[in-house]
């Protein structure tokens, strides 16, 4: 029997529909919200609001580049958590009508999971470039960065987190210490390219275990350029790209330090990264000579997939239907909490 799941996502700003048949994705429609970019950072109302706006839209492009119709859908899976209430609310009280409406199982899914999952998602048949279970998976967003152990597509154990500031907030913050617009990660990216990563020295958080911590660089990074633009009211604008590259590279080895630590203490050799800053060319990169290095069998998501998209939130519901794993009407999205 074929399995088809309508994934709805609205965690923070953007706005996602998604059709998944068995395992192959069969649309993914995004509506981003660009109303952000001039308040330097997500603006909690203004993304409800997009939400609201663009969910039905974005429900019904999902379903007509799909080439379904609503009446094939099987179950409708839905991001609970974690993300912004006022975003959450509006996808899960959308995720809860439609489901009413057609007398459909209602599926909930936590965010994080769904990124791991998002390394399942199959665009055709072909598309067998897959972890085999048990692997690593660094999960490294504008709000997360954890390590996993992904047991199986349910089963999945937190064994480091960030204490503080995500990756992503890092490469943010820091972008927008040195006056760059928001989102700063992408651009920072960019401009690393052309410069010298080892130009300049930021410090590493000493921290214990697998956990991370990136306030402290965040912090080292504004004194530093607030000493330097004293001495030299130019000193940004004239290094920006040593700045970047340092910077990137400095955040890249606090990454991939612990995620070493966390191969070699269990022995597990299929390592993945996943969430936006997967996107991050000099992540990539390092991975890439590690796995050669340390004879890791390593796995990135598509660039579509690695950004908040309704296609893992689908994927992870698909697997949540085989089980059986349905709630109520009741349920209710939460900011922080996990489940
Ligand atoms: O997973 P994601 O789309 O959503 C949230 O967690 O909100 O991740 C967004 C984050 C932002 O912090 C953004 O700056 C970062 O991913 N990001 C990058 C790159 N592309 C996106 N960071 C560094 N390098 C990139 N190429």
């Known amino acids: 029997m074929s399995v088809i799941i309508l994934g709805i996502e609205s965690s923070c700003d953007d ?188 410090s590493k958080p000493r921290i214990k275990d697998y956990d991370y911590s990136f306030s402290g660089l965040k912090t080292s990074v504004l004194y530093f350029l607030r000493d330097e633009v004293k001495k030299n009211p130019n000193f940004i604008e004239e290094n920006k790209a040593d700045i970047c590259a340092s910077l990137q590279k400095t955040i890249v080895d606090i990454l991939m330090d612990k995620l070493i630590k966390a191969a070699e203490d269990t022995g597990i050799t299929q390592v993945s990264l996943a969430g936006g800053v997967s996107a991050n060319s000099g992540l990539r990169e390092r991975l890439t000579e590690l796995a050669e290095e340390k004879k890791w069998e390593t796995f990135i998501p598509k660039f579509a997939y690695t950004m908040d998209n309704a296609a893992m939130i689908a994927v992870n519901g698909y697997y949540k239907f085989l089980n059986k794993e349905f709630v109520k009407q009741d349920t209710a999205p939460f900011a922080r909490t996990e489940f």
Not at 113 to 134: M, R, S, Y
Request: net charge negative; charged share 20%.
């Open 15 to 202: 706005t996602s529909a998604a059709i998944f048949k068995d395992d192959i994705i069969l649309s993914n429609a995004v509506a981003n919200q660009d109303v952000h970019k001039a308040y330097g950072g997500v603006v909690p109302e203004l993304a409800s609001r997009a939400h609201q706006q663009n969910i039905i839209p974005v429900v019904e492009k999902a379903i007509k580049d799909a080439g379904i119709n609503r009446t094939d859908i099987d179950a409708v899976a839905f991001t609970r958590g974690p993300g912004l209430m006022g975003s959450l609310l509006v996808g899960t009280s959308f995720a809860k009508g439609f489901a009413l409406a057609n007398q459909l199982p209602l599926i909930e899914i936590n965010h994080l999971h769904a990124h791991v999952l998002a390394h399942f998602i199959k665009e055709d048949e072909n598309d067998t470039d897959q972890p085999e279970f048990p692997f690593l998976c660094l999960l490294v967003s504008g709000g997360n960065s954890q390590i996993i152990i992904v047991r199986d597509h349910l089963d999945m154990e937190i064994i480091g987190q960030t204490i503080d500031d995500a990756a992503g907030e890092a490469f943010d913050k820091c972008a927008k210490i040195m006056g760059l617009p928001y989102p700063g990660g992408p651009l920072i990216d960019k401009l690393a390219k052309e410069g010298n990563a080892d130009a300049f020295k930021f």
